[in-house]
């Protein structure tokens, strides 16, 4: 059996993770059991490169209802839950990813994924699109397309494009609605404060919280927060936004003028040194820092650590920093070193929003199945009627039902002269 | 003097009211000051068909400002406020408009805009543009362009366009996001329970409010109902809206299941007989029907008509309508005759809304002066700098400060490879 | 017949005003079928002194159905609804009152209720009350008892009630939970932005809104400003309340530093001179001022009237100062002379709210009927058990079901042993 | 020395956490600075027997700080924190605890605080009181008086009273406003959502919340839910509670009714069994119970065994019940076995709340120290004035500022002839 995983005997735990994952992520059963009867990738091979969660372990077991055979390593050294792997591991899966990876071990996995001879790839941040151009251009003629999840996956892919650079046709899940309007807003919108309370068990109520960023993520966090009873300040770059911040009620400011009035601040901007070091001379002691962006790059911690004088780390995930000596020496907290605290300090993204993402996916790698003999080698956007399709499965699963248009409303809204 | 208006004596409380108007519109009197300087519509005359409102008339003082000539007629024959008007006509400008004007002189008036010979056409809903091309075609040479406030003008136009029968350019001034971002949502919002606060008196909180679409207004008016303490449930036909408003911590359901649980039901689908007599048989006794679309054809009130045994006003904008007779007869309360809530029982959009959307008209025809001579007959959204714009106008004058990307910032945000 | 009204034909318009107060006062129209079987009046003649509404038209039926002949003047010169008055005249009721009575007819007019000599009278400031005790003291031997609606004449009858002056049985109607937890925080909270809507139609969200006081009052203004999307600055002087309002997520700060960031001032503190020069000299030019407290001394409005050059009333309820003269004048706006806003300019607290207060005074009439002989001259409480039944009557009409405490449940509750 | 922990080497971390509480609870330290030059329990020895977690730490430096000597034990068998257990213990204070002790060890350490002769005692259930009345009946001369922080505990102490078994003064400190207006709603508010969330990792946004009962505990946790996204069900038994929650937006109903809509399930009765098989019945496969009162018997966790074929723990503090069998079994989830969520799966109150309690506690022992020579045998609540102290020492710490009432405000509020 081909597999390199932490530790077999985890399979047991991994598979009641799995379980708990499945039940929250019910519109991707749904789809599971739809691939078993219709058999959509029969005799295709797909290789992956995401996150080893639970969540992505019933991806795994979708397409394999689907009539797929999968290999899978990590897109992240540090993202792999052992169990998960472990449990796919158990099932016969060819999985190749462990917890704390070392670099080597990253791209050596990567690669054994690519000489398994995918006919579909499933990318989160393109590096096996990327190991697949560069390393095994043989295998690329028997690829169908790929499936692509973060935006930054994409810009790569776009580059590609406009440079010719790209050999086969590529799906933006990411551009899908029922991804981003909801894994940013809700799903980093709670888990941003997930992370922050079990780092440091702080109450929100009565705090003022500086939100560095208005777009999907950052609108998530304020509305938490305010929700959680904060007085939230906004910071932003793009007027359009800054104005929408305010219109909902929210302070808005440049960093500078908030850095002396924020208890906590939290970037999800997408950009770096959001907060630097002449912001946080101006901070209160005792401030927290964290970050909800991609990288670890938001905040600048070098910066931090240059100001100071030492720091220690006080409970998992908050380090004190001291700035400035003894006594009248000021605090600032930084959690989880700067990283995207819902993933460092808590779960990441509870199931139910890995139930849609994951859904566009699986109906991704469908929709290429079915289209690519008439596709280039080019980026697409799934087209509006997959989305509705996921988002029906997911009210279904809800048992929520809705209105239809009438023949008599769908005819009114096709002709604009009635109602004039 | 040109002009026809109800009541010249009116002019002094028109005063007043556009001095309230310019109080509200920050960004609109910047700009004016702007042209007072820059003069972009020198030697122009500009016909307008808008709501002469308060608000129009601080947009009229604004084009004025800036050099231009203004005519303008009404584009509703119930929608003008005769003092704006008695106003502008003592200030000497052409205006032609009176509130409840009949068909034929709301025509005859738009006529009278074009026999001005505009360079620059303003409309919200196309009529003058259609009167324009159909009975004035020897005046579009000397035509710059146009402007259009509405979707359903900008539908009008692209028809126009496809069938080659636009003969010069337009801009689509609703595609900003300036505008419908914040006009629909904020505007919509919060003046629909103006409305139906003014007509009713009845207390929001504790009771159930059945919105009825989840776009831009329906989420406006969901979320202002959930801040006024109320119960809210959403309809919708489109299922990623409908997936959304679940996730909001609304109740999603068919019209036909929420029928009998609502109290108050508000439409804003954009579409008609959303409300028919099957929704209505089901409804509670008391139930109250308001519609905040565009037109009075959500509320199916000829079927409501039709299955009621009598009607009476109880007081202004509230009808009672008996269905079934005596004492058993069940009551539905329908508002405003089935019309726009926000204008026929309030004063539609604050002020501070339409600062962005006339700030937007006002750029757009300065965009025009500007781009005439490479622009064809088409369609065109005005771009994202002159968004941006419009919204750094209306910070300034909040006296928002806002942060501006470092050149290493941009620098990042640029090249893709930084990061990963 | 005996009466006084301004115009005895706007009866018909009465009858509609009256008819949708009964639409939205079930609980009371319950209580009302009850003693229409019960006919706890019988015999009985009840005086009151109250703000004669549409809600006040249908308590006066209420008691009637119970048996009761009833006399009614106003409480207050201002505030009679003159087509319900004429409605109470031609049903036969001894009403006198108009809106915009003389002092002398206000006077009169409770002296003649008292020459009704009621068994009970019903209050709202106590002004019955003490005609009876001091020019009518004869009848005072045939009265059971009284009720007062507020919290100021509750404080002149323990007053009276201390110095043994207080001759008959009083019943605080104030002090039930029904009362001062529904009214003052959802009656208060929505009215007053009905009232500054209607005033000035401006857009809230996104204004800063300054709210002098965090009492139940206070904070349901605060709860509805951000629930329509403003940013709340709170004021007070009591330091439990000032914390809970910052755990609520509002700013805190003395009325001096608010001065210069509120676009819209309200106070409700139930205390004198608020806002005062001093604050006024530090506001934005354009700030608006209101009040929602009972009397409008909460704003000093001879102080804003000292600082100003001049004045000038631009929109019904909207009066515009000047500070200072020529272009660089400062503008204030004062809402409604600074009386309480939701009263001036729109129609005070909804009847739903009402419908759990005069439920109250119904009940505490029933209650001295059935105790009289048990009571002294002294200041009661209802016992709990009558808000319990005020509740649940409201929860009856809103076809709400609650559970009851198992017997099992009932015995846990009572012996604390258990449970350790 | 005098103590009993698991292991005393856990003292640095223990240091640790004491570190980021005192971070946290900047009204205690205050107190703490003013104690140590007042000096109030100099040559006093206080016993207490409260939960030994780091923010009982700090209360426990701020009473040495003021001169006592003092000794403690748990008040709960399992909520010890054994780092603050042996940072205690290496300071030279006498602590017996450590988590999971045995019942008998439990009273052993309770027996022996008491043996150390206090002279004042402070509880948390009770326990210790009971002990030296029972027991140690000869050190109560010497005893000044006692504290006492639970409802639970204040109701023995009356009934004590009654029974004039009590023989030292008693100060109920739970009757503080800044104790239970705060700690029950944003402590548990919060804490209920943060262990929640550690459990399980679902999404709330979208879920049917159902809280069982709507005092301070409901009313907060209900508030969150919201602010989450959830859709929330209320059921109570109090119909005014009941009225409230239906004008605060919620759906109020039956638990029989509710069961079968909830997604999660949180009780907050002190009630017992309000969750019983015939709920569960009703349930949703998938349904998630937990708890938020006091005890563990708000859910009839035996009964839930009993309808059950089997159960397994899938996560920590997540047990899976499975109702019925095979494929179509119904799945319950039961966090924490029904114990208090927040304290089971996450760590309890916040240290911002316990700052507000534990003034209280510290306030208390000098207020009984101040005047022990005129009180009695009693149940004491404070004085209005120490709770406006606590407030004011906070809102200090918070850097709020609020306004004084003027003299002419203060007579205007004592004389109520001005103003009718």
Known sequence: MKYSVKDISLAAQGENQIAWARAHMPAL????????????????????????TKETGVLVETLIAGGAQVAIASCNPLSTQDETAAYLAK??????AYKGESKSDYYKFIKLVAAEKPNITIDDGCDLVYEIHKNHPKIIPQIIGGCEETTTGIIRLK?????????????????????????NF???????????????NILIAGKTVVVAGYGDCGRGIALRAKGLGANVIVTEVNPVRALQAAMDGYNVMKMVDAASRGDIFITATGDKHVIVPTHIKKMKSGAILCNSGHFN?????????????????????????????????????????????????????????MDLSFCGQALACEWLVKNHKKLHAKVYTLP???????????????????????????????SWQEGT
């Open 384 to 414: 509006q009627s997959i989305d509705e399709k996921i988002a029906r499965l997911k009210l279904g699963t809800l048992e929520i039902q809705i209105d239809k248009l009438t023949s008599e409303q769908q005819h009114y809204l096709s």
């Open 297 to 353: 790059i938001e905040i600048d911690v070098d910066g931090l650590d240059k100001i100071s004088s030492s720091k220690k780390t006080i409970r998992p995930f908050v380090e004190k920093y001291f700035i400035g000596k003894g006594a009248n020496a000021k605090i600032i907290y930084l959690l989880g070193e700067g990283r995207l605290i819902n993933l460092s300090a808590a779960e990441g993204h509870p199931s139910e929003v």
């Open 186 to 200: 809700y799903g980093t919108g709670q888990s941003t404060f997930d992370g922050i309370l079990r780092a440091t």
């Open 29 to 52: 059963i749904d789809l599971q059991n739809h691939f078993k009867k219709t058999k959509p990738f029969k005799n295709l091979k797909i290789g992956m490169a995401l996150h080893v």
């Open 91 to 96: 099932k016969g899966i060819a999985v190749f």
């Open 159 to 183: 580059s590609m494009e406009r440079e010719s650079a790209l050999k086969y046709p590529m799906v933006a899940v990411n551009d899908n609605l029922t991804e981003h309007l909801f894994d």
